[in-house]
Every structure is written in C-alpha cells, then in structure tokens.
C-alpha cells in the first residue's frame, strides 16, 4: 500500500538525532570551554590588580615605620624636656621641630588601598576568584586593615591639633610635619615659651603610646600584606 512508502526509518532518525545531539553537545562545551578561559583570564588580570595595590601597601606601611621611628624619637625628647623642672630647652629651634615631628600620624595615617576590593565585592566579580582560601586570606586582610585603623582612630590624642596651633610650618603642604624654616630666634624663643605653658605636656604621653600601638598594627599588616602576594601570586603562575 502507499502508505507504507511513509513508513519512518527509525534508524535513520535515531541516526540524525544523535548527530544533532552530539553537535549541541560540542558546541555547548566550546562555549563553556571560552567561558572559562575568559573567567581565568579575568581572574588573573584581578589578582594582578589586588597584587598592585599590596605593593603600594607595602611600601606606604615600610614607610610608614620609619616615619613613625622619627615620632617616637621626637616625642621622647619632648618628654624628657617638658617634664625637666630644672631648665628650658637649650636648643630651642631643636625642640620645636621634635613638638611638630612628634605630631607625624597624628590625624591621618596610610589606608590599605582597597580600590580593586571594593569594585570586586560591588560587581560581584570577587567569585571569580576560585581558591575559597585566598578569598579568606583577602577579606581577612582588608578588614584587618579597617579595623586597625578604626583602633587608630579611637587614640588620637589632642597633642597634633596643640602642635598645629603652637608651631608654625612649612608653608608647602607636602612639608606640613616640618618647622618654618624662616621663624627667628626671638620668634623661637616666644613660641618655645608658649608651648610650656600649653597643655602640650597633657597629651604627650598618650600621643607616644598612640605611636607604639600604630607602629605594632603596621607591622601586623606588612607581615600579612607579604603573604598575601606571595599566596597571589602563586596563583597566578599555577593559572598561567
């Protein structure tokens, strides 16, 4: 009969949908495929980013030490003067440039840059970092960073805004922490008077121990910012 001519050959279509199946198969891993080898190079270009900011940490908390190193030198030897009942300073210009020395972080000390952090957990990229332990590793860094310097904060003494209105600066800001080099000595010697019939000698101490704690929390923070690029970039190299 003619219908029969109709008659479906099953294993000719079982023959095409396997091709058909197969192909969609193929091409859904090639796009999966280009998928993730745009995820890991993306990956890679964040963990460079994060690895540049660390760097720039790095050298602001080392130079961050040093600094705080010539604080804490300063402000002993403004100590030492305040609380000498037997005399004044002999050299005045000298103890005058330790009281604006010794208000070095006084108001403001490095932040950890956390531009690339915070753009990550924003666009909601920060998974496409796929160790879960170096996920760990920098969020624990980051709030670390913002803990120490809420901590920091929470010290500040009134010993810098005494300084500020005792001691006259440099007038480029980029030399805010250094004394006017142009004061006379009659000048020096009226301000050198002033500052020990402040409150200078109130706040002192508090200041040099404001000091010794952000030198210990910098230091914290150098040591953990090492490892982390260390452990960054150990990843990228096993992702290259």
């Avoid at 000595?185 to 101490?205: G, K, M, N, T, Y």
Wanted: charged share 25%.
């Amino acid at each position: 009969m003619i219908w029969r001519k109709f008659k479906l050959d099953w294993s000719y279509a079982i023959g095409e949908l396997i091709i058909v199946t197969v192909g969609v198969l193929i091409a859904l891993a090639i796009d999966q495929w280009n998928s993730d080898r745009l995820d890991r190079s993306e990956e890679v270009l964040i963990l460079e980013r994060l690895a540049s900011d660390l760097e720039i940490d790095i050298v602001s908390f080392t130079t961050g030490l040093e600094i705080l190193e010539l604080k804490e030198a300063s402000l002993n030897r403004v100590y030492s003067e305040l609380f000498n009942t037997d005399s004044r300073p002999q050299d005045l210009r000298k103890f005058l440039d330790d009281v604006v020395r010794g208000s070095y972080y006084g108001w403001a000390q490095h932040r950890a840059a956390r531009n690339t952090y915070d753009l990550l957990l924003a666009t909601g990229k920060f998974s496409l970092i796929r160790s879960e332990t170096l996920q760990l590793q920098i969020s624990e860094y980051y709030s670390l960073a913002s803990s120490s310097n809420t901590r920091i904060n929470d010290r500040e003494t009134q010993y810098p805004h005494i300084s500020y209105q005792l001691a006259p600066r440099q007038n480029s800001s980029a030399r805010e922490e250094e004394l006017d080099t142009q004061l006379t000595e009659d000048q020096i010697s009226l301000l050198v008077a002033q500052a020990f019939d402040s409150s200078l000698r109130d706040h002192v101490i508090a200041e040099a121990n404001l000091a010794r704690f952000t030198r210990a929390r910098f230091v914290e923070l150098l040591e953990n910012c090492r490892i982390l690029i260390a452990k960054i970039q150990g990843d990228v190299e096993s992702t290259n």
